[in-house]
């Protein structure tokens, strides 16, 4: 799914997942993109993996275009992701977004990461989609986060600022109380 904000368009991760890579011709995919690499740190976008059990990845800067397909020159630019510092540093590590655990500064379980959106030319994380769910079947507590609100990308979680909901409860309640001492 892409969406047109503010002139620019986001991308889901969901929808990145399973597109078709073509060569200039353009006649036949192939291969198709099994994941995306994202930077924890700056929260931008590293590369397109299409195999990982050769660990191949595509950089951004080597992508022409990508609305339905994701669009190379060649395939010459099927590169090793061991080939690429920052990626093979990022995948060492084994962090994630998607699937990833979300909790507040404070501890707060929100949820898993159940999918995310990219800026499609800036290829900077927006936002995350946050969901609880129930015996793998049922999701409730479905919650966008935008990517100022993020604190921290780890391997097992990603910190959050702490739940807007509780910040204005906390407001609300200390300005109560200070009504209840001015009166």
């Known amino acids: 799914m892409i969406f047109l904000y503010n002139g620019f368009m986001d991308r889901f991760y969901t929808k990145i997942v399973g597109l078709p890579v073509v060569e200039d011709d353009g006649l036949r995919a192939l291969t198709t993109v099994k994941d995306l690499v994202m930077d924890p740190e700056r929260g931008k ?3 397109f993996v299409v195999d990982h059990g050769k660990n191949l990845i595509i950089t951004p ?3 022409i275009s990508w609305h339905d ?5 060649s395939r010459e630019v099927i590169i090793h992701g061991d080939d690429v510092l920052r990626v093979n540093e ?9 699937g990833n655990r979300v909790e507040t500064k404070t501890g707060k379980y929100l949820g898993k990461v159940i999918d995310f959106v990219i800026d499609n030319h800036s ?3 927006k936002k995350i989609f946050v969901a609880k769910g129930f015996l793998g079947l049922l999701r409730y507590d479905t919650r966008a986060i935008a990517s100022k609100n993020i604190l921290e990308i780890l391997a097992d979680k990603i910190i959050v600022k702490d739940d807007m ?3 204005r409860e906390e407001a609300k309640e200390k300005r109560t109380m200070e009504d209840m001492a001015a009166a």
Do not use: E, P
Request: aromatic residues 4%; charged residues 10%.
């Open 90 to 98: 990022v995948q060492k590590s084994g962090i994630k977004i998607f």
């Open 61 to 63: 800067i080597d992508v």
């Open 45 to 47: 976008a590293l590369a």
């Open 69 to 73: 397909v994701l669009h190379i020159h």
């Open 165 to 167: 909901a509780t910040v």
């Open 123 to 125: 290829m900077v994380l």
